[in-house]
């Protein structure tokens, strides 16, 4: 080996480290940036309009459900809890009927267990389609005040983590 290949011996190396740290940059950046929500309106059944563009400044829950989800029956009353627990702060709730579920479903349901807060069902299945595609039921998704998709639950959130979550988001 030669003096002047021992001298270059370390930019190989050190060409891989400023590799391997810049994708591990955008592997993080992509992680940790918030995506944004997709601009939706939601028809209630009640027959009102609301976009996700006239919930900016508050942090909203969307919640994807089914009458016929077990899991989505189960965690219902600890949503309504949720809701009323954080309504006063600015918590916004849509819960979305999937496009299956029968609209006279929908509507005992939402009536015999006194929803408070917007039901809406996704009678052609556009809006899952626009928040990623969902099929899985429940799947939750939390949105912040700049209109940003900060987490996303399929299954039963832990309640106590997307309490602390909300309160975080509220306080902001």
């Not at 609301?50 to 089914?66: D, Y």
Request: hydrophobic share 45%.
């Amino acid at each position: 080996m030669t003096a002047q290949t021992s001298s270059r011996s370390w930019i190989k190396p050190a060409a891989a480290a400023a590799v391997v740290l810049a994708l591990a940059g955008i592997g993080y950046a992509s992680f940790t940036s918030a995506p944004p929500a997709p601009n939706v309106t939601f028809i209630s059944i009640a027959g009102d309009k609301v976009s996700i563009e006239s919930l900016r400044g508050k942090v909203v829950m969307v919640n994807f459900w089914a009458t016929s989800c077990v899991t989505c029956v189960k965690e219902m009353p600890q949503m309504v809890e949720t809701y009323n627990k954080y309504k006063a702060q600015g918590l916004e709730f849509v819960a979305v009927a999937m496009q299956y579920d029968p609209p006279n479903y929908v509507l005992n349901f939402t009536e015999t267990r006194q929803l408070p807060f917007k039901v809406a069902i996704d009678s052609a299945g556009d809006i899952a389609k626009q928040f990623g595609d969902v099929t899985l039921t429940p799947t939750t998704f939390v949105i912040d005040k700049q209109g940003r998709i900060i987490k996303q639950y399929v299954g039963e959130p832990d309640f106590p983590a997307l309490h602390k979550l909300i309160e975080k988001e509220l306080a902001s």
